[in-house]
């Protein structure tokens, strides 16, 4: 390998919430005395980032003025570099980028532009845990269209209950998830435009998340939702970080594209009415850096990541009767079904969970996302920890 994803990362006191916060809200709690912790919960990476970004943010971190500034135009250009090359995407126009601290910060945006407050809101379960918690905190209503598993045992949109529901509850703003989190669908065109031109039959309004879009796995490709259509252009909003990518989450830095000049004026002023979502100088660069850089380093990782996700398939297949989980397509993150086990065991799910982070599987409790008898768990860490992760649940956990 020509970059670095087999260092065992000690996380410990440098501001790591996987293994600084264990115990603390919705983390799980810490190891019995004995274990170590293998940080598989929240969703950020236990690997060093791409050799590049440490060396930009040190050159700029060598001058000492941290100033207001404006977006330099190799942010744009990185980014309409990036977006053509890893998704197609012809004469993107530097106004139909902006800024974003963080995705969920533009969900917010752009729900107070799209939907009144009280307002019904689509989105399907099982559900990224982000998007429940600020369409509650900001007081909309939820409607959950559940995905299905087909014959198969590939998650599919139900697209008739998706209809019934836009109808029966007069909704007009969806949230969208592609690829999707928790599920690791990486939707294929045909559903995609399916999906839009049901939105556009019943007017709705959509905000796509589709920050997990560079981590694709066994060669697939992203079809942005604004690429599948005219309408689908400019009905959407959407939004994507280096984020997820490239490990960056504690930088803060997002953005947006909206081809839709209203709709952008309009998210850009809601936007600015905090007066906090401005821009961080080192976020900056840090893109800037990723995105001309990075993409070797991006390559290598996705490839390392489905490895680890066969490793981890195979495993549960091999050693874990009454364990369901479907192959993710992207993302790192696997989405256990553990129903027929604890059903044979007699073990509900929050017991399941208590019993891996005892011996330090710092998994996530599944229920959050809607999951009722799910586990969630991250495997973007050296092969080594995958490995160590999975015994300990073969000897103490699944048993």
């Not at 590049?52 to 003025?65: D, F, N, T, W, Y």
């Not at 963080?102 to 009280?118: E, K, N, Q």
């Not at 559903?191 to 309004?205: C, G, H, R, S, T």
């Not at 390559?299 to 369901?324: H, K, Q, W």
């Amino acid at each position: 390998m020509q970059y670095d994803f087999t260092s065992i990362l000690d996380r410990r006191g440098w501001d790591a919430m996987a293994v600084d916060s264990l115990g603390k809200g919705f983390a799980p709690q810490p190891p019995k005395a004995g274990f170590d912790i293998i940080p598989m919960w929240v969703a950020d990476m236990n690997f060093p980032t791409a050799p590049a970004i440490p060396e930009a943010l040190i050159r700029r971190a060598s001058h000492p003025a941290y100033g207001y500034f404006h977006l330099p135009p190799s942010y744009f250009q990185a980014i309409r570099d990036w977006q053509k090359r890893r998704n197609g995407v012809e004469a993107l126009p530097d106004e139909a980028i902006g800024y974003e601290n963080g995705v969920l910060g533009g969900v917010v945006s752009a729900l107070h532009v799209m939907c009144p407050r009280g307002g019904p809101v689509l989105v399907h379960s099982p559900t990224y845990i982000g998007f429940t918690n600020v369409l509650k905190g900001n007081g909309y209503e939820i409607i959950h269209s559940p995905l299905v598993l087909d014959e198969q045992g590939v998650w599919r949109m139900d697209f008739a209950d998706m209809a019934d529901k836009l109808r029966r509850h007069a909704i007009h703003t969806v949230i969208f998830c592609s690829p999707h989190n928790p599920c690791g669908r990486v939707w294929e065109r045909w559903e995609i435009e399916e999906v839009m031109e049901l939105f556009a039959q019943y007017d709705v309004d959509v905000i796509s998340d589709e920050i997990w879009s560079d981590l694709l796995l066994d060669g697939r490709r992203h079809i942005p939702t604004q690429s599948v259509s005219e309408d689908a252009k400019y009905r959407t909003v959407a939004l994507y970080a280096p984020s997820k990518t490239f490990n960056l989450a504690g930088l803060v830095g997002s953005y947006h594209i909206i081809y839709d000049r209203r709709l952008r004026d309009l998210i850009a002023k809601e936007s600015a009415l905090c007066h906090y979502n401005s821009v961080n100088v080192l976020s900056v660069h840090a893109l800037i850096a990723a995105y001309n850089e990075g993409e070797a380093w991006v390559d290598e990782l996705c490839r390392v990541l489905a490895r680890n996700v066969d490793y981890a398939c195979d495993f549960i297949r091999d050693n874990f009767p009454g364990v369901r989980v479907f192959r993710p397509e992207a993302t790192y993150m696997l989405f256990l079904d553990c129903t027929e086990w604890c059903a044979s065991h007699g073990v509900d799910i929050g017991e399941l969970q208590k019993r891996g982070s005892d011996v330090g599987v710092a998994w996530q409790d599944g229920r959050m996302f809607h999951g009722p008898c799910h586990i969630r768990m991250n495997l973007a860490l050296p092969a080594a920890r995958v490995e160590e992760a999975f015994s300990r649940l073969k000897q103490y956990v699944f048993v």
